[in-house]
């Protein structure tokens, strides 16, 4: 393996390797990445390797044109859309994608998942946002690079900060997170996963659950986040 990109495959192998222990994955539906900043490049998970036998000498190198830098197998297909998040939000240090069940059923059904309760409001502030199915023109054109100016679209359409609301349904498809290294994007796969099973239970029970109090969601994400901190669990 080559010394200069070494911790980078092995951030980015650990990162995938949690995806798939976390249950958020099923055989290889799911991809995660961790960007080099000051070498202008990033890992990703090969194409179609499955878990059970991906090593970190497997990851690929990338730059954020999509050319190979490192790696002897094919990069996800989903590549473009991690090049463009990355080209977009300078910010951010790790990308995932999953197909985890119930945050594809909200992206199936084309709904944000709604703010309903606490474990919601210590993560973020807001609904988590879908974008709509993606405009025919994008589709039949670069699919995966117009998936990033399908989240950024979003984004602005909606008013949100990546950095305060990392992640997003893609409308018919699934989930994007992202974050400040690959471990984060992670995390943030499994809170949306949570929540969204969540969300979904609490519609059953009651179809007219009403959205958290604005002083709940404001308490639980400042007692987080806020400058006066305190809240972990």
Excluded at 164 to 190: C, Q, R
Aim: glycine residues 6%.
């Amino acid at each position: 393996m080559s010394t200069k990109y070494k911790a980078l495959k092995e951030e980015c192998y650990e990162a995938n390797m949690q995806l798939n222990a976390l249950e958020l994955v099923v055989y290889t539906f799911g991809n995660v990445s961790a960007v080099d900043r000051d070498n202008g490049v990033f890992a990703i998970k090969p194409s179609g390797v499955p878990y059970e036998t991906l090593t970190s000498e497997d990851i690929v190198i990338v730059d954020y044109d999509n050319n190979i830098i490192e790696g002897k197998l094919r990069p996800s297909s989903d590549t473009k859309t991690h090049a463009y998040l990355y080209k977009n939000w300078k910010d951010i240090g790790g990308v995932a994608h999953t197909h985890a069940k119930f945050s594809c059923a909200w992206a199936q059904a084309q709904k944000d998942v709604p703010i309903f309760g606490t474990t919601h409001a210590d993560h973020l502030t807001a609904d988590i946002p879908c974008a709509p199915p993606m405009r025919d023109e994008l589709i039949q054109g670069n699919y995966e690079h117009n998936t990033g100016i399908q989240i950024l679209e979003c984004f602005e359409d909606k008013n949100l900060s990546h950095n305060e609301v990392e992640m997003v349904l893609i409308g018919n498809h699934g989930p994007f997170t992202w974050g400040k290294d690959a471990a984060k994007a992670v995390y943030n796969s499994k809170v949306l996963e949570v929540v969204a099973e969540m969300a979904y239970l609490t519609l059953q029970i009651n179809p007219n659950a009403s959205r958290l109090k604005d002083a709940l969601i404001k308490k639980h994400y400042e007692r987080k986040h806020g400058k006066d901190a305190y809240y972990g669990q």
